[in-house]
Protein backbone atom coordinates (compact mmCIF):
# COMPACT_ATOMS: atom_id res chain seq x y z
CA UNK A 1 0.00 0.00 0.00
CA UNK A 2 1.36 3.41 -1.13
CA UNK A 3 1.70 5.68 2.10
CA UNK A 4 0.69 9.47 1.42
CA UNK A 5 1.01 10.34 4.54
CA UNK A 6 2.99 9.48 7.48
CA UNK A 7 3.07 10.89 11.02
CA UNK A 8 5.29 10.54 14.25
CA UNK A 9 1.96 10.28 16.54
CA UNK A 10 -1.85 9.08 16.25
CA UNK A 11 -2.88 12.41 17.90
CA UNK A 12 -0.54 13.79 14.57
CA UNK A 13 -2.90 11.55 12.04
CA UNK A 14 -6.08 12.06 14.18
CA UNK A 15 -5.42 15.60 13.77
CA UNK A 16 -5.01 15.18 9.64
CA UNK A 17 -7.78 13.16 9.86
CA UNK A 18 -9.85 15.80 11.30
CA UNK A 19 -8.76 18.44 8.60
CA UNK A 20 -9.31 16.08 5.92
CA UNK A 21 -12.97 15.73 6.91
CA UNK A 22 -13.80 19.05 7.56
CA UNK A 23 -12.82 20.21 3.95
CA UNK A 24 -13.89 16.76 2.05
CA UNK A 25 -16.77 17.13 -0.98
CA UNK A 26 -17.98 13.52 0.29
CA UNK A 27 -19.61 12.40 3.44
CA UNK A 28 -16.97 10.77 5.07
CA UNK A 29 -17.58 8.27 8.52
CA UNK A 30 -15.20 6.30 10.75
CA UNK A 31 -16.56 3.78 12.76
CA UNK A 32 -14.15 2.93 16.17
CA UNK A 33 -15.85 -0.47 17.10
CA UNK A 34 -14.30 -0.25 20.91
CA UNK A 35 -15.74 3.22 21.56
CA UNK A 36 -19.01 2.35 19.80
CA UNK A 37 -18.32 6.00 17.92
CA UNK A 38 -19.08 7.24 14.29
CA UNK A 39 -17.26 10.09 13.53
CA UNK A 40 -19.11 11.54 10.61
CA UNK A 41 -17.53 14.61 8.34
CA UNK A 42 -19.28 18.20 8.34
CA UNK A 43 -19.61 16.96 4.60
CA UNK A 44 -22.03 14.36 5.86
CA UNK A 45 -24.35 16.48 7.81
CA UNK A 46 -24.49 19.11 4.61
CA UNK A 47 -25.12 16.12 1.94
CA UNK A 48 -28.44 15.27 3.82
CA UNK A 49 -29.39 18.63 5.10
CA UNK A 50 -29.52 18.63 8.50
CA UNK A 51 -27.24 20.70 10.84
CA UNK A 52 -23.75 19.74 12.05
CA UNK A 53 -23.67 16.98 14.68
CA UNK A 54 -27.52 16.87 15.13
CA UNK A 55 -27.38 13.32 15.75
CA UNK A 56 -25.62 10.86 17.81
CA UNK A 57 -22.38 9.64 16.97
CA UNK A 58 -23.41 5.98 16.64
CA UNK A 59 -24.43 3.18 14.24
CA UNK A 60 -27.84 3.92 14.65
CA UNK A 61 -28.01 7.18 13.20
CA UNK A 62 -26.61 5.14 9.71
CA UNK A 63 -29.26 2.59 10.16
CA UNK A 64 -31.66 4.83 11.11
CA UNK A 65 -31.85 7.05 7.86
CA UNK A 66 -31.29 3.88 5.45
CA UNK A 67 -34.72 3.12 3.47
CA UNK A 68 -36.54 0.77 4.91
CA UNK A 69 -36.96 -1.15 1.53
CA UNK A 70 -33.21 -0.46 0.90
CA UNK A 71 -31.87 -2.02 4.17
CA UNK A 72 -31.98 -5.63 4.35
CA UNK A 73 -29.86 -5.08 0.97
CA UNK A 74 -27.50 -2.95 2.38
CA UNK A 75 -27.33 -4.65 6.25
CA UNK A 76 -26.89 -8.13 4.33
CA UNK A 77 -23.41 -6.29 2.35
CA UNK A 78 -22.28 -4.75 5.21
CA UNK A 79 -22.59 -8.10 7.18
CA UNK A 80 -21.06 -10.00 4.27
CA UNK A 81 -18.10 -7.84 4.15
CA UNK A 82 -17.27 -7.24 7.58
CA UNK A 83 -17.07 -11.23 8.37
CA UNK A 84 -14.99 -11.51 5.62
CA UNK A 85 -17.45 -13.62 3.15
CA UNK A 86 -16.98 -11.11 0.41
CA UNK A 87 -14.10 -9.02 -0.34
CA UNK A 88 -15.63 -5.07 -1.07
CA UNK A 89 -18.45 -2.79 0.78
CA UNK A 90 -19.81 -0.67 -1.80
CA UNK A 91 -23.02 -0.06 -2.72
CA UNK A 92 -26.05 2.37 -3.48
CA UNK A 93 -29.29 2.99 -1.93
CA UNK A 94 -31.58 6.40 -0.31
CA UNK A 95 -30.97 7.38 2.72
CA UNK A 96 -33.51 10.23 4.18
CA UNK A 97 -32.87 13.94 4.17
CA UNK A 98 -33.92 16.17 6.96
CA UNK A 99 -36.89 17.51 5.15
CA UNK A 100 -38.07 13.57 5.05
CA UNK A 101 -37.27 12.88 1.39
CA UNK A 102 -34.32 10.46 0.39
CA UNK A 103 -31.33 10.85 -1.59
CA UNK A 104 -29.46 8.00 -3.44
CA UNK A 105 -25.75 7.65 -2.35
CA UNK A 106 -22.83 5.26 -3.02
CA UNK A 107 -21.48 4.16 -0.02
CA UNK A 108 -18.06 2.41 0.48
CA UNK A 109 -15.95 1.44 2.96
CA UNK A 110 -12.94 -0.31 4.19
CA UNK A 111 -11.92 -2.07 7.33
CA UNK A 112 -8.48 -0.72 8.20
CA UNK A 113 -7.85 -2.75 11.68
CA UNK A 114 -9.20 -5.95 13.05
CA UNK A 115 -9.31 -7.41 16.90
CA UNK A 116 -7.46 -10.27 17.61
CA UNK A 117 -10.88 -12.23 17.34
CA UNK A 118 -11.10 -11.22 13.62
CA UNK A 119 -14.42 -8.60 14.17
CA UNK A 120 -13.44 -5.11 13.33
CA UNK A 121 -11.43 -3.01 15.44
CA UNK A 122 -11.88 -0.06 12.92
CA UNK A 123 -13.25 0.68 9.71
CA UNK A 124 -13.79 3.96 7.44
CA UNK A 125 -15.32 5.13 4.18
CA UNK A 126 -17.90 7.43 2.08
CA UNK A 127 -21.37 8.62 1.52
CA UNK A 128 -21.28 10.11 -2.42
CA UNK A 129 -24.34 11.90 -3.49
CA UNK A 130 -25.37 10.08 -6.68
CA UNK A 131 -29.25 10.85 -6.70
CA UNK A 132 -28.89 13.22 -10.34
CA UNK A 133 -27.11 10.02 -11.47
CA UNK A 134 -29.78 7.64 -10.39
CA UNK A 135 -32.74 10.46 -11.65
CA UNK A 136 -31.08 10.46 -14.74
CA UNK A 137 -31.42 6.43 -14.94
CA UNK A 138 -34.53 6.59 -13.97
CA UNK A 139 -35.74 9.19 -16.30
CA UNK A 140 -34.09 7.44 -19.03
CA UNK A 141 -35.77 4.09 -18.48
CA UNK A 142 -39.34 5.69 -17.95
CA UNK A 143 -39.42 7.97 -21.10
CA UNK A 144 -38.14 4.86 -23.43
CA UNK A 145 -41.42 2.93 -21.98
CA UNK A 146 -43.56 6.11 -22.75
CA UNK A 147 -42.55 6.33 -26.21
CA UNK A 148 -43.26 2.65 -26.83
CA UNK A 149 -46.12 3.12 -25.08
CA UNK A 150 -47.87 6.25 -26.32
CA UNK A 151 -47.77 8.84 -29.52
CA UNK A 152 -48.72 11.85 -26.74
CA UNK A 153 -46.46 14.51 -26.30
CA UNK A 154 -43.23 13.21 -24.06
CA UNK A 155 -43.51 16.21 -22.07
CA UNK A 156 -46.90 15.96 -21.34
CA UNK A 157 -46.94 12.27 -20.62
CA UNK A 158 -44.08 12.82 -17.95
CA UNK A 159 -45.63 15.55 -16.14
CA UNK A 160 -49.18 13.11 -15.84
CA UNK A 161 -47.51 10.67 -15.00
CA UNK A 162 -45.58 12.20 -12.42
CA UNK A 163 -48.43 14.26 -10.63
CA UNK A 164 -50.56 10.91 -10.91
CA UNK A 165 -47.38 8.71 -9.13
CA UNK A 166 -46.48 11.88 -6.22
CA UNK A 167 -50.99 11.41 -6.07
CA UNK A 168 -50.65 7.98 -5.00
CA UNK A 169 -47.40 7.89 -3.28
CA UNK A 170 -48.67 10.72 -0.76
CA UNK A 171 -51.75 8.26 -0.41
CA UNK A 172 -49.74 5.59 0.31
CA UNK A 173 -47.75 6.60 2.90
CA UNK A 174 -50.52 8.70 4.61
CA UNK A 175 -52.30 4.64 4.77
CA UNK A 176 -49.58 3.21 5.72
CA UNK A 177 -48.33 5.64 8.68
CA UNK A 178 -52.41 5.53 9.86
CA UNK A 179 -52.34 1.69 9.53
CA UNK A 180 -49.21 1.32 11.39
CA UNK A 181 -50.04 3.91 14.25
CA UNK A 182 -53.10 1.57 14.69
CA UNK A 183 -50.97 -1.69 14.71
CA UNK A 184 -47.80 -0.81 16.80
CA UNK A 185 -49.57 1.65 19.76
CA UNK A 186 -50.56 0.38 22.34
CA UNK A 187 -54.53 2.56 22.34
CA UNK A 188 -54.54 2.73 26.74
CA UNK A 189 -50.97 3.76 27.27
CA UNK A 190 -50.18 5.57 23.97
CA UNK A 191 -46.47 3.49 23.57
CA UNK A 192 -45.32 0.46 21.67
CA UNK A 193 -47.59 -2.59 21.96
CA UNK A 194 -46.27 -6.19 22.25
CA UNK A 195 -46.44 -6.40 18.42
CA UNK A 196 -43.94 -3.13 18.05
CA UNK A 197 -41.71 -4.74 20.87
CA UNK A 198 -41.13 -7.99 19.17
CA UNK A 199 -40.24 -6.24 15.98
CA UNK A 200 -37.39 -4.33 17.39
CA UNK A 201 -36.17 -6.69 19.87
CA UNK A 202 -35.43 -8.74 17.07
CA UNK A 203 -33.75 -6.01 14.95
CA UNK A 204 -31.69 -5.16 18.26
CA UNK A 205 -30.58 -8.54 18.76
CA UNK A 206 -29.16 -9.13 15.32
CA UNK A 207 -27.62 -5.17 15.90
CA UNK A 208 -25.93 -6.34 18.88
CA UNK A 209 -24.47 -9.61 17.27
CA UNK A 210 -23.28 -7.25 14.28
CA UNK A 211 -21.35 -4.66 16.54
CA UNK A 212 -20.46 -6.32 19.36
CA UNK A 213 -22.76 -4.13 21.69
CA UNK A 214 -24.45 -4.70 24.87
CA UNK A 215 -28.17 -5.15 24.90
CA UNK A 216 -30.06 -5.44 27.76
CA UNK A 217 -33.93 -6.12 28.86
CA UNK A 218 -35.92 -5.16 31.50
CA UNK A 219 -38.88 -6.02 32.89
CA UNK A 220 -41.41 -4.40 35.17
CA UNK A 221 -44.83 -4.78 36.58
CA UNK A 222 -47.08 -2.72 39.51
CA UNK A 223 -47.20 -4.55 42.93
CA UNK A 224 -50.43 -5.53 43.64
CA UNK A 225 -52.79 -4.31 40.68
CA UNK A 226 -55.13 -6.06 41.34
CA UNK A 227 -56.07 -5.01 44.58
CA UNK A 228 -55.77 -1.35 43.73
CA UNK A 229 -58.11 -2.54 40.56
CA UNK A 230 -60.30 -3.78 43.22
CA UNK A 231 -60.57 -0.89 45.22
CA UNK A 232 -60.82 2.35 43.00
CA UNK A 233 -62.44 0.12 39.81
CA UNK A 234 -60.84 -0.15 36.30
CA UNK A 235 -61.18 3.71 35.54
CA UNK A 236 -58.65 4.67 38.03
CA UNK A 237 -56.23 1.61 37.29
CA UNK A 238 -56.32 2.78 33.50
CA UNK A 239 -55.29 6.41 34.58
CA UNK A 240 -53.09 4.98 36.98
CA UNK A 241 -51.04 3.09 34.06
CA UNK A 242 -50.89 5.99 31.67
CA UNK A 243 -49.54 8.14 34.56
CA UNK A 244 -46.71 5.41 35.18
CA UNK A 245 -45.92 4.74 31.66
CA UNK A 246 -45.54 8.64 30.81
CA UNK A 247 -43.34 8.80 33.89
CA UNK A 248 -40.90 6.35 32.76
CA UNK A 249 -41.34 7.51 28.57
CA UNK A 250 -39.99 10.89 30.14
CA UNK A 251 -36.84 9.57 32.00
CA UNK A 252 -35.33 6.97 29.25
CA UNK A 253 -33.44 7.51 26.19
CA UNK A 254 -34.92 7.88 22.62
CA UNK A 255 -32.94 4.73 21.42
CA UNK A 256 -35.18 2.91 24.11
CA UNK A 257 -38.15 0.74 23.54
CA UNK A 258 -40.74 1.51 25.82
CA UNK A 259 -43.57 -0.67 25.43
CA UNK A 260 -46.41 -2.35 27.36
CA UNK A 261 -46.23 -6.35 27.28
CA UNK A 262 -49.93 -7.14 28.33
CA UNK A 263 -51.93 -6.09 31.43
CA UNK A 264 -49.93 -3.77 34.47
CA UNK A 265 -46.58 -5.42 32.83
CA UNK A 266 -44.29 -3.85 30.98
CA UNK A 267 -40.90 -4.01 29.14
CA UNK A 268 -37.89 -1.60 28.12
CA UNK A 269 -35.10 -2.73 25.65
CA UNK A 270 -31.76 -0.93 26.40
CA UNK A 271 -29.67 -0.76 23.46
CA UNK A 272 -25.92 -0.48 24.38
CA UNK A 273 -26.62 -0.96 27.86
CA UNK A 274 -25.06 -3.75 29.91
CA UNK A 275 -26.96 -5.34 33.02
CA UNK A 276 -25.00 -3.14 35.49
CA UNK A 277 -26.30 0.10 33.86
CA UNK A 278 -29.64 -1.27 32.82
CA UNK A 279 -29.82 -1.92 36.70
CA UNK A 280 -28.99 1.79 37.83
CA UNK A 281 -31.66 3.28 35.50
CA UNK A 282 -33.98 0.91 36.62
CA UNK A 283 -33.46 1.16 39.83
CA UNK A 284 -33.56 4.98 39.37
CA UNK A 285 -37.25 4.44 37.72
CA UNK A 286 -38.26 2.30 40.97
CA UNK A 287 -37.57 5.58 43.23
CA UNK A 288 -38.76 7.59 40.54
CA UNK A 289 -41.90 5.83 40.68
CA UNK A 290 -42.56 4.63 44.25
CA UNK A 291 -41.99 8.77 45.30
CA UNK A 292 -44.53 9.66 42.49
CA UNK A 293 -47.87 10.82 43.85
CA UNK A 294 -50.91 9.48 41.60
CA UNK A 295 -53.70 10.56 44.02
CA UNK A 296 -54.33 12.61 46.72
CA UNK A 297 -54.52 8.89 48.35
CA UNK A 298 -52.68 6.38 45.92
CA UNK A 299 -49.21 6.27 45.30
CA UNK A 300 -47.78 2.56 43.68
CA UNK A 301 -44.68 0.50 43.59
CA UNK A 302 -43.18 -1.69 40.63
CA UNK A 303 -41.12 -4.50 40.90
CA UNK A 304 -37.86 -5.01 38.12
CA UNK A 305 -36.57 -7.77 36.45
CA UNK A 306 -33.28 -6.95 34.69
CA UNK A 307 -31.51 -9.76 32.35
CA UNK A 308 -28.39 -8.64 29.36
CA UNK A 309 -28.49 -10.22 26.00
CA UNK A 310 -26.04 -13.15 25.77
CA UNK A 311 -24.73 -12.70 21.70
CA UNK A 312 -25.58 -15.90 19.87
CA UNK A 313 -28.58 -16.38 22.25
CA UNK A 314 -32.58 -16.54 21.38
CA UNK A 315 -34.57 -13.91 22.29
CA UNK A 316 -36.78 -17.30 24.37
CA UNK A 317 -33.78 -17.66 26.32
CA UNK A 318 -33.51 -13.82 27.04
CA UNK A 319 -37.03 -13.65 27.82
CA UNK A 320 -37.44 -16.34 30.58
CA UNK A 321 -34.08 -15.00 32.65
CA UNK A 322 -35.55 -11.37 32.68
CA UNK A 323 -39.17 -12.86 33.80
CA UNK A 324 -37.24 -15.15 36.29
CA UNK A 325 -35.35 -11.81 37.69
CA UNK A 326 -38.71 -9.97 37.69
CA UNK A 327 -40.46 -13.22 39.88
CA UNK A 328 -37.36 -12.98 42.21
CA UNK A 329 -37.62 -9.74 42.76
CA UNK A 330 -41.69 -10.15 43.68
CA UNK A 331 -40.87 -12.93 45.81
CA UNK A 332 -38.37 -10.92 48.05
CA UNK A 333 -40.49 -8.56 48.84
CA UNK A 334 -41.41 -6.23 45.68
CA UNK A 335 -40.55 -3.00 45.08
CA UNK A 336 -36.64 -3.58 44.07
CA UNK A 337 -34.97 -4.16 41.15
CA UNK A 338 -33.28 -7.89 40.58
CA UNK A 339 -30.87 -8.95 38.04
CA UNK A 340 -29.04 -11.34 36.98
CA UNK A 341 -25.42 -12.75 39.24
CA UNK A 342 -23.00 -12.51 36.28
Known sequence: ???????SSASAADHTLNNILNIIVEGVWDWNSKTRIVSRSP?????????FAVFRNDVFTWENIIHP???????????????????AYDIEYRCKKSDDSYLWIADRGTIVARNADGSVDRMIGAHHDIDQKIIAQTNLVEKNKLLQDSHLSLEKVIAQ?????????????????EVESVSN??????????KLFETVLNKEIIRA????????????????????????????????????????????RDVDLFARWGGDEFVIIFPELCQKQA????????????????????????SFGVAQYNSGGSI???????????????????????????
Not at 1 to 7: E, L, N, P, R, S
Not at 165 to 173: S, V
Request: glycine share 4%.
Open 1 to 7: MHKTYQH
Open 43 to 51: SWYHMLGYD
Open 69 to 87: EDYPRVMHQFEGYISGKID
Open 161 to 177: KTDELAKKNQQLERKII
Open 185 to 194: IDPLTEIANR
Open 209 to 252: DRYHHPLTLVMFDLDKFKEINDQYGHKVGDNILCTITKLVAENI
Open 279 to 302: HQTSEKLREMISQHQITRYISVTC
Open 316 to 342: DSLFQRVDKQLYISKERGRNQVYSEVI
